[in-house]
C-alpha cells in the first residue's frame, strides 16, 4: 500500500499570503495524484486531479504540480474561504490512499 | 443541481449488518463508476469500494473484502453498500462519491457507529 505523507501538519498563515502544501508518495504514482479541501461539517471537494488540473470551478490561485513521488499545492493568494484541511490521493496503485491532511489555518 | 444524498447509517453492534443507499439527483449514475470512501478522525480518509458504470466490476479495499457489496440501481439512480458482519473498526462516516478513481461529487456522508 502507498503512503501518503503530507507536510507540515499545520500551516498558519494570513490572509493573502501564499500557501505551500507538500504531498509525498512512498512510491511512484506518476502524475496519478488529486487534491481535495474538506472544511468542519462538510465532505471533501475535489480541487486537483491528475497532479495538475483544477475541477471545475476551482479558481486558478490553485496550483498543482510535481510527478512521481513529490507533490506540491500552491494557494497562490489565501483568501478567507481557503482556510480548510487540504487532502492528497493517489490512484495509480490499488488500494488508492490519501494523505494525513494539511491544515491550512488564520494566523 | 448534481447531488448526492446518503442514508442507512446508525448504531448497530459488532457482526451485525447495515445498507447504505446514495441517491442521486441532478446527474445520470449510469454515466459514472460510484465508490464509497469513509473517513474517521483518527485513520482518516479510506477508500471502501468501487464499482464499474454498468455493475460488472467491482473492488474493495482489503479489510472489507467477503464482509461488504457495493451494488447499484441505475434504473432508480441509487447506489448502495451492504455491510455485514461489523467490527468496531468500521465505525465512520462512509461517504458515496462519483468516480472510480478520483472523486468528483461527494455526498455530506452517513455516520456508522459499530459498538456494543
Known amino acids: 500500500e502507498i503512503v501518503l505523507t503530507q507536510s507540515p501538519d499545520t500551516l498558519s498563515l494570513s490572509p493573502g499570503e501564499r500557501a505551500t502544501l507538500s504531498c509525498r508518495a512512498s512510491?511512484?504514482?506518476?502524475?496519478?495524484l488529486a487534491w481535495y479541501q474538506q472544511k468542519p461539517g462538510q465532505a471533501p471537494r475535489l480541487f486537483i486531479y491528475?497532479?495538475?488540473n483544477r475541477a471545475p470551478g476551482i479558481p486558478d490561485r490553485f496550483s498543482a504540480s510535481g510527478s512521481g513521488t513529490d507533490f506540491t499545492l500552491t494557494i497562490r493568494r489565501l483568501e478567507p474561504e481557503d482556510f480548510a484541511v487540504y487532502f492528497c490521493q493517489q490512484y495509480l496503485h490499488s488500494p488508492w490512499t490519501f494523505g494525513q491532511g494539511t491544515k491550512v489555518e488564520i494566523k | 443541481e448534481e447531488r448526492l444524498v446518503e442514508s442507512g447509517g446508525g448504531l448497530v453492534q459488532p457482526g451485525g449488518s447495515l445498507r447504505l443507499t446514495c441517491s442521486a439527483s441532478?446527474?445520470?449514475?449510469?454515466?459514472?463508476?460510484m465508490s464509497w470512501v469513509r473517513q474517521t478522525p483518527g485513520k482518516g480518509l479510506e477508500w471502501v469500494a468501487h464499482?464499474?458504470?454498468?455493475?460488472?466490476?467491482?473492488n474493495y479495499v482489503d479489510s472489507v473484502k467477503g464482509r461488504f457489496t457495493i451494488s447499484r440501481d441505475n434504473a432508480k439512480n441509487i447506489a448502495y453498500l451492504q455491510m455485514n458482519s461489523l467490527r468496531v473498526e468500521d465505525t465512520s462516516v462512509y461517504y458515496c462519491?462519483?468516480?472510480?478513481?478520483?472523486?468528483?461529487?461527494w455526498g455530506q456522508g452517513t455516520l456508522v457507529t459499530v459498538s456494543s
Open positions: 462519491a462519483t468516480g472510480g478513481h478520483y472523486y468528483g461529487l
Open positions: 491528475d497532479e495538475s
Open positions: 464499482i464499474r458504470e454498468d455493475g460488472s466490476e467491482s
Open positions: 512510491q511512484n504514482v506518476g502524475i496519478f
Open positions: 441532478g446527474l445520470t449514475l449510469s454515466s459514472h463508476r
